[in-house]
Antibody
């Protein structure tokens, strides 16, 4: 069965970076995209960016441009999201989600979420 | 960015009720809209994609409609497990924005 398993919770200081992993199983990794979505406490879901797990193309929300990088390790069927220059406003649960490479989009499987806490 | 606005932000309903949630986009998104259900502490779950297509395994009491800027999610015959938050998301363009959510609570 399809599974996306994310790395564990992180506590970071302001100004630091965090790297969250998302390991896929149960399907051909390179036939789909991986999207990253975050949710701050009590807030709406917020889309951050995505990677085509086939050719490695990426697109990011302009809000995070320059601070976020999404990469993949095809041999490990794993996608990574790195967010730099963390501030308290980056405290959130970060999710990865699988999507098809061609429309219509459907985020049909999600990781369990990774809580990132930014605190001095 | 395309703004997604849901209404209401919360509602109280009873088991067996018919519930409709509305999502409005700030510009036309054709039928590029998903609906998700989220329970506390859990990841979102896809219910509807492409505005009206029911995701595999999702009960048929959930239905979606609309195109352009106005969309609806209807739950026909609310069940105890349906009390949750619901989010719409446009997938027409980047960034793929979400609505603010609608919390469905027990009356």
């Amino acid at each position: 069965q399809v599974q996306l398993v994310q790395s564990g919770a992180e506590v970071k200081k302001p100004g630091a970076s965090v790297k969250v992993s998302c390991k896929a199983s149960g399907y051909t990794f390179t036939n789909y995209a991986i999207h990253w979505v975050r949710q701050a406490p009590g807030q709406r879901l917020e889309w951050m960016g995505w990677i085509n797990a086939g050719n490695g193309d990426t697109k990011y929300s302009q809000k995070f441009q320059g601070r976020v990088t999404i990469i993949k390790d095809t041999s490990a069927s794993t996608a990574y999201m790195e967010l730099r220059s963390l501030g308290s406003e980056d405290t959130a649960v970060y999710y990865c989600a699988r999507d098809k490479l061609v429309p219509p989009s459907s985020y049909d499987h999600w990781g369990q979420g990774t809580l990132v806490t930014v605190s001095s | 960015d395309i703004q997604m606005t849901q209404s209401p932000s919360s509602l109280s309903a009873s088991v067996g009720d018919r519930v409709t949630i509305t999502c409005r986009a700030s510009q036309s998104i054709r039928s590029y809209l998903n609906w998700f259900q989220q329970k506390p502490g859990k990841a979102p779950k896809l219910l509807i994609y492409a505005a009206s297509s029911l995701q595999s395994g999702v009960p048929s009491r959930f239905s979606g409609g609309g195109s352009g800027t106005d969309f609806t999610l209807t739950i026909s015959g609310l069940q105890p497990e349906d009390f949750a938050a619901y989010y719409c998301q446009q997938t027409y363009t980047i960034p793929r924005t979400f609505g603010q959510g609608t919390k469905v609570e027990i009356k």
